[in-house]
């Protein structure tokens, strides 16, 4: 209740009048959380849909991912599979303290995997069978099946390690008023969509190995703010209000840029845009208007015209630091406007007077979907124009994000422009297997060939190297079946104000996270 | 009179009930539920079906309203499905900044629309009283998200003095507030105009005038008191909408509040959300009406006539 | 047909309305001779141009796309149009329709009227608006439908209280008392009487509508890209506020003169028709 009534004066102006012009205090870091990280819920894992930095700040995972998505230990010194993937065993790290002083255990680890039973999460152990404590520092599950998403679950966010005992103690308030892991940061404070208030953990001393410092951290107290609109952030910062933004909007790029003392860097992101078109209706059940479309989709204007220059013109379906993104070169799909154009004569599609082509009297229309808020219909708009020069005749619908979705599921839709968050070669899986057409394998892709190496690659993958070279092998086949065409991937800007921050050279991890955090500095 | 406002009073139940379906209606009608964005890269197929048993979103409407209205008049709002907290706290945490802004706006307007209202009727018919009148018109019907976007732009972008959205501290609440205020300054002002100049004709005035008193003090005291019942009426009224006429504001400076948690809801299905928002507005409404009835049964026995 | 006429040429007259029907007779003008004033088409991107502030090429310079910002404005003018006339016109059929009804039978007809109008009255109409294009669909039809559901309850209850004030006229009273049928007299004697604040009530309305649709637009509903809508630019032209603030202010600027004008129009109107009721009691 005490908390609602600091809300209430702070929302009637009087509390928020008395500490308005509170100073940036000299050990302190003021961030402004990235657009994608503002609204998270709360910092109970198994409870929250997303995540933000403050998540990989105060939970350690078993493993963590480098910047080349490999696995590197954290509170797991080491693991092994066995070799026919049906066991995976863990070793702990020893000497680790949870924020409460609660020793960090097998048994810890087995009650904290125990909780997931009944939440939204449970399919992260859909396929173990038992959980086993082999001695206080060694964990076993044994499996039903081999799964290859469990390195990767237990490396996100999400695998983020909760004392059990706090998370029961507290229950409802679990990941709101407290949160206890044995991460390098204490969470002291969390204002549900305003501010975490983070302060470092002086005993940390068990960091992983992508960072140069394994702690404690250098900074003494983090303050996390959630500022929705881009254009007050970019203000904040400005004024000094905030040390760092971790996202910088792309309209706010150049003018970030002009600021004094503001240094401006990139991180890669999580984030790929693409065309996906229905393969089961026509136009698009012809390949060939497929690949033509594919090849009108021209990455390079997009990336020098809507964002500034910034980011990647993608070839494939995955974000270019994952290996499984490194397809053999005749795969990737490129801009080609004339070959996109022979290949719709070839088809049967001749242009009109019009430049709309058409086919015994049918006009090339398709209706291309997308979702109803500005960045989703400005690249549609793009892509709309872009289609056009190849002789496509679009006509967008924009829905609300929820709706597209069961619209999906009807199958009537021709193409869509969408994007995804993911950062695992098992996407492909997602949402191209045939076991979920309509949402969220929209293409409707559902090929025998395909099956099968998915098959191969979800289930008969023993090694990281058999797992990159079968995901390798199902990502080149759906290339060839063109059910999507890339369109862009943005990168991460992060804006800091130099005077105060001193960056890291290297940031070894996938996105801006712990690591680059511990090896953060603030000069003086 | 007890009679009426208990008679009255009861009329609410019904409508509070009705008002209840029409809210959970409304968001169930929407294609989609909100089961699709909770699932997650690598859940299995059967995923979906779990999470929808999970959240009783597989049971026929009728039920799912039952439980829900069964909940409410226990005061149990429900958890949000995709936010994920209990629907009481997010309102918990939104109410007090749409509080805020929406009872800054209604002093904004009351205030500056009564003293408008006030000179136009003592300058009746010569140039203040156009002017001001012009000018309230502009200020209404100037669309709130356009004049929020141009206050941002001058005053923030250009000069440089008030923040741009949020809502941190007192200052953050200028442009919001005015924003609000301008297009409500013009109801007030123009009714309490024509209050003042009917209550200007009354034969009292008439004859306070014929005793010499002084104009200025007669239109001050005697006429803008029996002028005001009218305008209190309306004020009354307008006390319902006063969250429900922030929306759009809330979003366009992205503040938090009631608007900006709804707009998220309906755009996320997010069930719970939307339904309890919607009553509550539209039970703020109900309320703002039954509260302005009574207030007119109170000072004109006529209406009261009328009304039972 | 001359009863309907006067008094908009008696609003013309004044001074106000005059100024205010000449905005509103050239915007309808240039939205519907767009494509013949100007050079440019509305849809073509040229994404090297994009962002120029205004000059002799491009009289309001262009948008992020490169496409000339006073062709979209012209263009989103037809947009702004046609839906808030067409909605209202909906809503006001609907209106007229449910709101005498209820007024002549009276009863458990009335009743059940009266409590659903005013339920929909205790929503906020921008978040009717925006679940009602969520269940109908995108396009300018679910707006269309939202806007009418939304200023439905407006139009029935101003019926309604006219139709119940003109009920006991002794005309009316006589005429039944010779037998006119109920259809007689409903469209006969009370509609064509009760309509003309109504009618003037609609005027204003289409002001609001035309906020409501930019609303709408401004959510990114309505109007599908590439077809401009006033709102839908103004979305846009918010993230670009800082680099190119001729995007949100003059889609704006069209949008604020257009909804004065209707108000100015509609209120010369009312004094217009106010003086001819006097002129006629006298």
């Given at each position: 209740m005490t908390k609602h009534h600091r809300h209430l004066w702070a929302g009637l102006g009087l509390g928020a009048l008395l500490s308005f012009s509170a100073p940036v205090m000299a050990d302190e870091l003021v961030a402004a959380l990235k657009g994608a990280e503002v609204g998270v819920s709360t910092y109970d894992m198994l409870k929250a849909i997303n995540s933000n930095v403050a998540s990989t700040l105060i939970y350690d995972p078993l493993i963590e991912q480098n910047a080349n998505h490999g696995y590197v230990p954290a509170l797991a010194e080491s693991w092994e599979e066995a070799p026919d993937g049906l066991q995976w065993t863990f070793h702990l790290k020893k000497g680790v303290k949870f924020h409460n002083g609660v020793d960090f255990n097998a048994q810890a680890v087995a009650d904290w995997l125990a909780m997931?039973?009944?939440?939204?999460?449970?399919y992260y152990l859909g396929a173990v069978k038992e959980i086993v404590v082999v001695d206080d520092y060694t964990i076993r599950l044994d499996m039903t099946r081999p799964d290859p998403n469990l390195l990767y679950n237990l490396s996100t966010p999400f695998g983020g390690v909760m004392e059990p005992g706090a998370r029961k103690a507290d229950g409802e308030n679990y990941g709101l008023t407290a949160a206890v892991g044995t991460g390098p940061y204490k969470l002291e404070s969390f204002a549900v969509g305003q501010e975490t208030v983070l302060v470092r953990n002086d005993d940390y001393t068990w960091g992983a190995a992508n960072a140069t410092n394994t702690g404690p951290a250098n900074i003494e107290r983090i303050r996390l703010r959630e500022i929705g609109e881009a254009s007050t952030s970019f203000l904040e910062l400005q004024t000094g209000g905030v040390d760092m933004l971790l996202g910088v909007p792309q309209e706010f790029l150049s003018e970030a840029a002009k600021l004094p003392n503001v240094k401006l860097m990139t991180m890669p992101d999580q984030e790929i845009w693409y065309l996906v078109m229905?393969?089961?209706?026509?136009?698009?059940?012809?390949i060939r208007v497929r690949q033509a479309a594919a090849l009108a989709v021209n990455r390079q204007a997009i990336k020098d015209n809507l964002y500034g220059g910034a980011g990647n013109t993608p070839s494939t379906f995955m974000i270019s630091s994952l290996p499984e993104e490194k397809v053999a070169d005749q795969f990737r799909i490129k801009f080609d406007l004339d070959k996109a154009k022979a290949l719709l004569d070839e088809a049967g599609w001749v242009a009109g007077a019009d430049g709309i082509r058409a086919k015994d009297g049918q006009p090339l229309k398709i209706t291309l979907w997308t979702q109803s808020d500005s960045n989703f219909r400005r690249v549609t708009e793009v892509i709309q124009a872009q289609l056009k020069d190849a002789g496509f005749a679009a006509d967008i619908l924009t829905f609300d994000s929820a709706t597209i979705r069961d619209q999906y599921k009807a199958g009537t839709h021709q193409a869509a422009v969408r994007s995804y968050f993911y950062d695992s070669a098992t996407i492909l899986d997602w949402f191209f297997g045939g076991d979920r057409l309509g949402y969220p394998n929209i293409s409707m892709f559902n090929d025998p060939k395909a099956e099968e190496l998915r098959k191969v690659a979800m289930t008969g993958s023993k090694t990281g190297e058999e797992f990159t070279k079968n995901f390798i092998a199902y990502h080149e086949y759906i290339l060839s079946q063109f059910p999507f065409a890339p369109i862009y991937e943005p990168v991460g800007n992060i804006a800091f104000n130099a005077d105060r921050v001193i960056m890291p050279?290297?940031?070894?991890?996938?996105?801006?996270q712990r690591a680059a955090i511990m090896d953060l500095k603030l000069a003086n | 009179m007890l009679g009426f406002i208990i008679k009255r009073s009861l009329l609410l139940i019904p409508v509070f009930f009705a008002a209840s379906i029409v809210a959970f209606l409304l968001i169930h009608l929407v294609p989609g539920d909100p089961v699709d964005s909770l699932l997650t890269v690598g859940s299995p197929p059967e995923q979906r079906q779990i999470l929808t048993e999970r959240y009783g979103l597989d049971k026929p409407l009728v039920v799912q309203y039952g439980i829900w209205i069964w909940g409410v008049l226990q005061g149990d709002l429900g958890t949000a499905i995709?936010?994920?907290?209990?629907v009481a706290d997010l309102m918990a945490d939104a109410l007090p900044h749409s509080i805020a802004l929406g009872a800054s706006a209604f002093i904004f307007y009351t205030v500056i629309g009564v003293s408008l209202g006030v000179t136009a009727a003592i300058f009746r018919d010569r140039w203040p009283d156009r002017a001001i009148m012009t000018g309230v018109l502009f200020g209404s019907t100037l669309p709130s998200f356009w004049l929020g976007l141009l206050l941002m732009l001058v005053f923030s972008v250009w000069l440089g003095w008030l923040p741009v959205s949020g809502a941190r501290g007192a200052s953050s609440l200028v442009l919001p507030v005015l924003t609000i205020g301008l297009g409500g300054t013009a109801l007030v002002a123009r009714i309490t105009r024509v209050a003042m100049v009917e209550t200007q004709r009354k034969d009292f005035v008439m004859l306070l005038h014929a005793k010499g008193m002084h104009p200025l003090r007669i239109q001050l005291l005697r006429v803008l008191h029996h002028a005001l019942i009218p305008v209190v009426t309306i004020l009354a009224l307008r006390i319902g909408f006063v969250l429900g006429g922030a929306i759009t504001v809330e979003v366009v400076f992205a503040r938090p509040g009631i608007g900006t948690l709804l707009i998220r809801g309906i755009m996320q299905h997010d069930y719970p959300v939307v339904q309890a928002c919607l009553l509550m507005l539209s039970t703020a409404v109900i309320l703002g009406t039954f509260l302005g009835d009574v207030l007119q049964a109170l000072m004109d026995p006529r209406a009261r006539a009328s009304l039972t | 047909m001359m009863r309907w006429i006067a008094p908009f040429r008696s609003a013309f007259g004044r001074p106000m309305g005059s100024v205010a029907g000449g905005w509103l007779v050239f915007l309808i003008a240039v939205a519907v001779l767009a494509p013949v004033l100007?050079?440019?088409?509305?849809?073509?991107?040229?994404l090297a141009n994009a962002?120029?502030?205004?000059?002799?090429?491009?009289w309001m310079g262009t948008d992020e796309f490169g496409r000339d910002l006073l062709t979209r404005i012209l263009y989103g003018a037809r947009t702004s149009l046609t839906v808030s006339t067409v909605s209202i016109g909906l809503s006001l059929m609907a209106g007229l329709t449910l709101g005498a009804a209820a007024a002549y039978f009276g009863g458990w007809f009335d009743r059940v009227v009266t409590t659903v109008v005013d339920l929909t009255w205790s929503f906020p109409e921008i978040l009717i608006a925006l679940i009602l294009v969520a269940i109908i669909g995108p396009g300018t039809t679910g707006t269309m439908v939202a806007i009418a559901v939304a200023y439905l309850a407006q139009f029935t209850r101003l019926t309604r209280a006219q139709i119940l004030s003109l009920k006991s006229e002794t005309y009316i009273e006589a005429a039944r008392s010779l037998g006119a049928s109920h259809k007689h007299l409903l469209f006969r004697h009370l509609i064509p009487n009760a309509l003309a604040p109504v009618l003037v009530a609609a005027m204003l309305a289409t002001g609001d509508a035309i906020i409501l649709e930019a609303t709408l637009g401004f959510f990114g509903l309505g109007a599908q890209p590439p077809t401009p809508s006033w709102g839908a630019m103004m979305s846009s032209g918010a993230a670009q506020l800082f680099s190119a603030p001729w995007i949100i202010l003059l889609p704006g600027l069209a949008l604020t003169l257009t909804v004065i004008a209707i108000n100015l129009f509609g209120d010369a109107l009312i004094s217009a028709l106010d003086i001819r009721t006097k002129l006629r009691d006298a």
């Amino acid at each position: 209740m005490t908390k609602h009534h600091r809300h209430l004066w702070a929302g009637l102006g009087l509390g928020a009048l008395l500490s308005f012009s509170a100073p940036v205090m000299a050990d302190e870091l003021v961030a402004a959380l990235k657009g994608a990280e503002v609204g998270v819920s709360t910092y109970d894992m198994l409870k929250a849909i997303n995540s933000n930095v403050a998540s990989t700040l105060i939970y350690d995972p078993l493993i963590e991912q480098n910047a080349n998505h490999g696995y590197v230990p954290a509170l797991a010194e080491s693991w092994e599979e066995a070799p026919d993937g049906l066991q995976w065993t863990f070793h702990l790290k020893k000497g680790v303290k949870f924020h409460n002083g609660v020793d960090f255990n097998a048994q810890a680890v087995a009650d904290w995997l125990a909780m997931f039973k009944g939440t939204d999460f449970e399919y992260y152990l859909g396929a173990v069978k038992e959980i086993v404590v082999v001695d206080d520092y060694t964990i076993r599950l044994d499996m039903t099946r081999p799964d290859p998403n469990l390195l990767y679950n237990l490396s996100t966010p999400f695998g983020g390690v909760m004392e059990p005992g706090a998370r029961k103690a507290d229950g409802e308030n679990y990941g709101l008023t407290a949160a206890v892991g044995t991460g390098p940061y204490k969470l002291e404070s969390f204002a549900v969509g305003q501010e975490t208030v983070l302060v470092r953990n002086d005993d940390y001393t068990w960091g992983a190995a992508n960072a140069t410092n394994t702690g404690p951290a250098n900074i003494e107290r983090i303050r996390l703010r959630e500022i929705g609109e881009a254009s007050t952030s970019f203000l904040e910062l400005q004024t000094g209000g905030v040390d760092m933004l971790l996202g910088v909007p792309q309209e706010f790029l150049s003018e970030a840029a002009k600021l004094p003392n503001v240094k401006l860097m990139t991180m890669p992101d999580q984030e790929i845009w693409y065309l996906v078109m229905n393969v089961t209706a026509a136009p698009f059940d012809d390949i060939r208007v497929r690949q033509a479309a594919a090849l009108a989709v021209n990455r390079q204007a997009i990336k020098d015209n809507l964002y500034g220059g910034a980011g990647n013109t993608p070839s494939t379906f995955m974000i270019s630091s994952l290996p499984e993104e490194k397809v053999a070169d005749q795969f990737r799909i490129k801009f080609d406007l004339d070959k996109a154009k022979a290949l719709l004569d070839e088809a049967g599609w001749v242009a009109g007077a019009d430049g709309i082509r058409a086919k015994d009297g049918q006009p090339l229309k398709i209706t291309l979907w997308t979702q109803s808020d500005s960045n989703f219909r400005r690249v549609t708009e793009v892509i709309q124009a872009q289609l056009k020069d190849a002789g496509f005749a679009a006509d967008i619908l924009t829905f609300d994000s929820a709706t597209i979705r069961d619209q999906y599921k009807a199958g009537t839709h021709q193409a869509a422009v969408r994007s995804y968050f993911y950062d695992s070669a098992t996407i492909l899986d997602w949402f191209f297997g045939g076991d979920r057409l309509g949402y969220p394998n929209i293409s409707m892709f559902n090929d025998p060939k395909a099956e099968e190496l998915r098959k191969v690659a979800m289930t008969g993958s023993k090694t990281g190297e058999e797992f990159t070279k079968n995901f390798i092998a199902y990502h080149e086949y759906i290339l060839s079946q063109f059910p999507f065409a890339p369109i862009y991937e943005p990168v991460g800007n992060i804006a800091f104000n130099a005077d105060r921050v001193i960056m890291p050279e290297t940031i070894n991890s996938p996105v801006f996270q712990r690591a680059a955090i511990m090896d953060l500095k603030l000069a003086n | 009179m007890l009679g009426f406002i208990i008679k009255r009073s009861l009329l609410l139940i019904p409508v509070f009930f009705a008002a209840s379906i029409v809210a959970f209606l409304l968001i169930h009608l929407v294609p989609g539920d909100p089961v699709d964005s909770l699932l997650t890269v690598g859940s299995p197929p059967e995923q979906r079906q779990i999470l929808t048993e999970r959240y009783g979103l597989d049971k026929p409407l009728v039920v799912q309203y039952g439980i829900w209205i069964w909940g409410v008049l226990q005061g149990d709002l429900g958890t949000a499905i995709i936010m994920r907290r209990p629907v009481a706290d997010l309102m918990a945490d939104a109410l007090p900044h749409s509080i805020a802004l929406g009872a800054s706006a209604f002093i904004f307007y009351t205030v500056i629309g009564v003293s408008l209202g006030v000179t136009a009727a003592i300058f009746r018919d010569r140039w203040p009283d156009r002017a001001i009148m012009t000018g309230v018109l502009f200020g209404s019907t100037l669309p709130s998200f356009w004049l929020g976007l141009l206050l941002m732009l001058v005053f923030s972008v250009w000069l440089g003095w008030l923040p741009v959205s949020g809502a941190r501290g007192a200052s953050s609440l200028v442009l919001p507030v005015l924003t609000i205020g301008l297009g409500g300054t013009a109801l007030v002002a123009r009714i309490t105009r024509v209050a003042m100049v009917e209550t200007q004709r009354k034969d009292f005035v008439m004859l306070l005038h014929a005793k010499g008193m002084h104009p200025l003090r007669i239109q001050l005291l005697r006429v803008l008191h029996h002028a005001l019942i009218p305008v209190v009426t309306i004020l009354a009224l307008r006390i319902g909408f006063v969250l429900g006429g922030a929306i759009t504001v809330e979003v366009v400076f992205a503040r938090p509040g009631i608007g900006t948690l709804l707009i998220r809801g309906i755009m996320q299905h997010d069930y719970p959300v939307v339904q309890a928002c919607l009553l509550m507005l539209s039970t703020a409404v109900i309320l703002g009406t039954f509260l302005g009835d009574v207030l007119q049964a109170l000072m004109d026995p006529r209406a009261r006539a009328s009304l039972t | 047909m001359m009863r309907w006429i006067a008094p908009f040429r008696s609003a013309f007259g004044r001074p106000m309305g005059s100024v205010a029907g000449g905005w509103l007779v050239f915007l309808i003008a240039v939205a519907v001779l767009a494509p013949v004033l100007t050079p440019y088409d509305y849809d073509v991107q040229n994404l090297a141009n994009a962002k120029m502030p205004p000059d002799a090429a491009h009289w309001m310079g262009t948008d992020e796309f490169g496409r000339d910002l006073l062709t979209r404005i012209l263009y989103g003018a037809r947009t702004s149009l046609t839906v808030s006339t067409v909605s209202i016109g909906l809503s006001l059929m609907a209106g007229l329709t449910l709101g005498a009804a209820a007024a002549y039978f009276g009863g458990w007809f009335d009743r059940v009227v009266t409590t659903v109008v005013d339920l929909t009255w205790s929503f906020p109409e921008i978040l009717i608006a925006l679940i009602l294009v969520a269940i109908i669909g995108p396009g300018t039809t679910g707006t269309m439908v939202a806007i009418a559901v939304a200023y439905l309850a407006q139009f029935t209850r101003l019926t309604r209280a006219q139709i119940l004030s003109l009920k006991s006229e002794t005309y009316i009273e006589a005429a039944r008392s010779l037998g006119a049928s109920h259809k007689h007299l409903l469209f006969r004697h009370l509609i064509p009487n009760a309509l003309a604040p109504v009618l003037v009530a609609a005027m204003l309305a289409t002001g609001d509508a035309i906020i409501l649709e930019a609303t709408l637009g401004f959510f990114g509903l309505g109007a599908q890209p590439p077809t401009p809508s006033w709102g839908a630019m103004m979305s846009s032209g918010a993230a670009q506020l800082f680099s190119a603030p001729w995007i949100i202010l003059l889609p704006g600027l069209a949008l604020t003169l257009t909804v004065i004008a209707i108000n100015l129009f509609g209120d010369a109107l009312i004094s217009a028709l106010d003086i001819r009721t006097k002129l006629r009691d006298a």
